[in-house]
């Protein structure tokens, strides 16, 4: 998606600014796990893993009643075991990131929540669901 870029302020005087944030709504395909904004000549100016971020905003947002015991000593590992998935996607090891969800984090997750527990809030994910996530994620690194 191209897309031109105007950083003036509008402001008395008018200003041209250097940078601005700015937001915008892109399709999320299948087979997508990253989102890059590049610049005119192919240069990476952000990149976003959207796994590891969905998967990571996810297990932080689960409550301390969702874990069958220990739910910070869980929760920091699942944390951690995202951070490794998150390593592997950016260095293109996505065989390894796919096996590391399927394998690892799944099983973890399958095992140490609770199979019913309260939703405190919207962003929190049941366990049946939070499985349904990872098998999504894990199928958007298929080769």
Same mark, same amino acid.
């Given at each position: ?43 990476? #100016?952000? #990149? ?71 939703? &405190?809030?919207? &962003?929190?994910?049941?366990? #049946? ?7 999504? #994620? ?6």
């Amino acid at each position: 998606m191209h897309f031109a870029i105007d950083l003036s302020a509008f402001d008395q005087p008018l200003a041209t600014l250097p940078s601005a944030p700015f937001a915008f709504s892109i399709p999320f395909p299948p087979r997508a796990a990253q989102v890059e904004v590049v610049d005119e000549n192919g240069g990476i #100016l952000a #990149l976003a893993d959207i796994t590891s971020k969905l998967l990571r905003d996810a297990v932080s947002a689960l409550p301390s009643s969702a874990f069958v015991r220990n739910p910070s000593q869980m929760s920091v590992a699942l944390l951690n075991k995202i951070a490794a998935l998150e390593s592997q996607i950016r260095a293109g090891a996505l065989l390894g990131a796919r096996q590391k969800l399927t394998n690892d984090i799944r099983r973890d997750i399958a095992a140490g929540l609770l199979d019913n527990y309260q939703l &405190q809030n919207e &962003q929190q994910y049941t366990k #049946l669901e939070l499985l349904a996530l990872v098998d999504e #994620l894990a199928a958007r690194l298929l080769p």
